[in-house]
């Protein structure tokens, strides 16, 4: 009986002791991905394809194997275009489908937008504060634009962000006559978004610290 007491004691002070009594995947649960706009349009015979979007899909979904292997939340984003003179994402087309590599399973949250941020006019955020997030993985498509505005908008929303960079693509850009290339808009997106609004990682970095 003493011996009984003295273990039931010794459970009762671990959390003062600097022990948790919650298994690490209770923990985790306060981290979300969120994957953006990985839609057909952004691939071969899509409307507006953009460069590497093939290896950013299939490293996006190494990194969904991992959320959906420890049961975290998984976030789609879909844009669905409403502008009239929007040539691609435009409503019922397969072309706005989210892209096989991603495909939704399950009760997998899917939230349709109709801007670059995620965030606006969306539930997204009441979404994650209804499960406790504070932490996001981000992953998406095109680079310089709606994974800018979201990871950017998150970071002012109170977020801690981990963008997975070669989990991104983008495209060309042009300014006054002159070719920016994918790679370079890519990268200096990703430069300028590393240290204070995300903590920008590789696919290959994130799998190394899980």
Partial sequence: MK?????????????????????????NVKTALILIDIQNDYFDNGSMPLVGSDKASDNARLILNVFRSAGLPVIHIQHIATSPAATFFLPDTRGSEIHDNVKPSGNEK?????????????????????KNITDLVICGMMTHMCVDATTRAAKDLGFNIILIGDACATRDLELNGQIIQAEKVHQSFLAALNSFYANVMTTQQYLDKK
């Fill in 3 to 27: 011996k009984l007491i003295v273990t039931l004691i010794t459970y009762c002070l671990l959390p003062y002791l600097g022990f948790s009594q919650q298994p690490q995947m209770v923990q």
């Fill in 110 to 130: 899917v939230i349709v937008k109709h801007y670059p941020n995620s965030f606006r006019e969306t539930e997204l955020l009441e979404y994650l504060k209804s």
